[in-house]
């Protein structure tokens, strides 16, 4: 069975673009989870997708934004790129909320 | 403020000597999750645990969940280089969000 794949898997971008991340889950998942994590630091959770909706949010701001398709796939757009946005963004997903979570590879974004 | 904290955040240790990692919260979890993450790649679940008082065995990884469900640990016998990696606990307190922990960053040194 395929587990959760991501693309691409590293991106250089400058300050101000845009940028868009994909993920797809494991066949059957329907939850999504976003999560950021600097260089060194822990996992910040970013978005939670279930069904197609948006289920939660961090603490991020609203140039962070993404949705989740029929197909429970996944994209995390960024507007407005920061230098402070350079980080690895993982992207888990889950056969519902209450289930354990699995990881993809993640997408290595760096901003100059 | 962290949600779960783990502790030591760094620990540096010989091959063959053992090791335990805290995770602490005052919130308490239905269940609390362990990941080992290696670097460039996403965590990777070892264990689950449910029960307060619960103990479970993953080879030389002896995971404990404590009985009021607030904390967790995780014990390292006989450290192997393989076992190099960051250790992350994770959990959802209320059904809404899922947090991780601080994470603790093992290397096992040859």
């Known amino acids: 069975e395929a587990g959760v794949t991501q693309s691409p898997t590293h991106l250089i971008k400058t300050r101000g673009q845009q940028v868009t991340l994909r993920c797809s889950p494991i066949s059957g998942h329907t939850s999504v989870y976003w999560y950021q994590q600097a260089l060194g630091l822990g996992l910040q959770f970013l978005l939670w997708y279930d069904e197609g909706e948006e289920r939660n949010r961090g603490n991020f701001p609203p140039r962070f934004s993404g949705r989740q398709f029929p197909n429970y796939s996944s994209e995390l757009n960024v507007n407005a790129l920061e230098l402070e946005d350079s980080a690895l963004y993982l992207c888990?997903?889950?056969?519902?909320?209450?289930?354990?979570?699995?990881f993809g590879p993640g997408t290595r974004l760096t901003v100059l | 403020t962290q949600l779960l904290e783990q502790s030591p955040q760094f620990l540096s240790i010989q091959e063959g000597e053992n090791l335990t990692v805290y995770c602490n919260s005052s919130?308490?979890?239905?269940?609390l999750q362990w990941y080992r993450q290696e670097p460039g790649e996403g965590p990777v679940l070892l264990v689950t645990v449910v029960t307060g008082g619960e103990v479970k065995k993953l080879k030389r990884l002896t995971f404990q969940f404590g009985d009021a469900r607030k904390d967790s640990s995780l014990h390292i016998t006989a450290a192997q280089t393989g076992d190099t990696g960051l250790y992350l606990c994770?959990?959802?307190?209320?059904?809404?969000?899922?947090?991780f922990g601080t994470g603790t960053s093992l290397t096992v040194i040859p």
């Open positions: 919130s308490v979890f239905s269940s």
């Open positions: 888990a997903s889950s056969l519902n909320r209450n289930n354990e979570q699995f």
């Open positions: 994770a959990g959802d307190p209320t059904g809404n969000q899922f947090y």
